[in-house]
């Protein structure tokens, strides 16, 4: 299985889900999630650390509409990703829903 049908299975099972759930639940499964990458939106940052297999299949998959991105609460993504995002640039705290 990709990394992409990966995540749009998780996805939909889950229903909404935060990156670091995504990112956990993946490098669980044995994909290489972590890296050096930062997924951005203007000059805010979506989600830092990725692989470029993560940020590569996060873009085509919501570029392709299989996922989207929804915002959601900065406390959200604290208590349900497992690590604290630590970052000079401000971030947008957001899921992926299926679309």
């Not at 990156?19 to 993946?26: L, R």
């Amino acid at each position: 299985m990709t990394l992409a049908q990966f995540i749009v299975d998780y996805v939909r099972k889950h229903r909404s889900v935060t990156f670091g759930e995504v990112q956990e639940a993946g490098r669980d499964a044995g994909y290489t999630m972590h890296g050096r990458l930062e997924l951005a939106c203007g000059k805010a940052y979506l989600w830092s650390c990725m692989s470029p297999e993560f940020a590569v299949a996060v873009h085509n998959l919501v570029s392709s509409r299989q996922v989207r991105i929804v915002r959601t609460t900065r406390l959200d993504c604290l208590v349900s990703s497992p690590r604290i995002l630590i970052s000079e640039q401000p971030w947008i705290p957001c899921r992926l829903e299926a679309s």
